[in-house]
């Protein structure tokens, strides 16, 4: 399923007995917190995106999928490790230590993707999912992005045959889909102009 549409029941509500802490993307990813603060009022929500501010925004909302940017990404580690040593101080070794860890280890993943994907900057790319488009800006893709509703969306025939002009005029060459999105967009606009589909 999509995380977008994804509604908290009561299996999940289950699993959350006893626990102290919830930690959540933010950014209105989860819309369930208020469902599970009205059931356990003592659970401690750690919003991980609470200190970002190399955010995407469209008129609409905030692009919610930070983590996909690697700079976020060590910030929310970052964010939720301190956090914790806040709430559990006699483990605050623990976290930092732990935090320490996984941000060299996020520098280094970072290094290899600006050595690994350095063809790609400058590149221009159609995105039909907003989950790439930190990644993409984040090693200089200039990106054009499409609203869809993912693997139940199907563009319309205006909006195919405005980005077909776009892609031919700009000789845009990239298409960024993931695999669980409607194939059907990615391979009408690549057989129109000649782009190739990349992604996960």
């Not at 060299?104 to 989950?131: H, R, V």
């Not at 776009?166 to 990239?174: A, F, L, P, V």
Request: aromatic letters at 6%.
């Amino acid at each position: 399923g999509c995380i977008h549409d994804y509604t908290l029941n009561t299996q999940d509500l289950v699993k959350l007995q006893g626990a102290n802490v919830f930690i959540e993307n933010g950014l209105e990813m989860e819309n369930f917190t208020d469902k599970i603060l009205q059931t356990y009022n003592q659970i401690e929500i750690i919003d991980s995106s609470r200190n970002l501010t190399n955010l995407i925004k469209n008129e609409q909302e905030t692009n919610g999928h930070v983590w996909t940017s690697i700079e976020n990404y060590s910030s929310q580690v970052s964010t939720i490790a301190d956090r914790l040593s806040e709430i559990n101080p006699q483990n605050e070794e623990v976290y930092q230590r732990n935090k320490e860890n996984y941000v060299k280890k996020l520098e280094e993943l970072k290094k290899q993707y600006e050595t690994e994907l350095s063809k790609l900057k400058g590149k221009q790319a159609i995105s039909l999912n907003e989950s790439f488009n930190y990644l993409a800006r984040e090693v200089g893709m200039e990106v054009t992005a499409i609203e869809t509703d993912h693997e139940e969306s199907t563009l319309s025939a205006e909006t195919i045959h405005t980005l077909v002009d776009k892609m031919k005029q700009e000789q845009i060459q990239i298409i960024l889909i993931d695999e669980n999105d409607n194939t059907k967009n990615a391979e009408l606009l690549a057989k129109e102009t000649g782009a190739k589909k990349i992604g996960r």
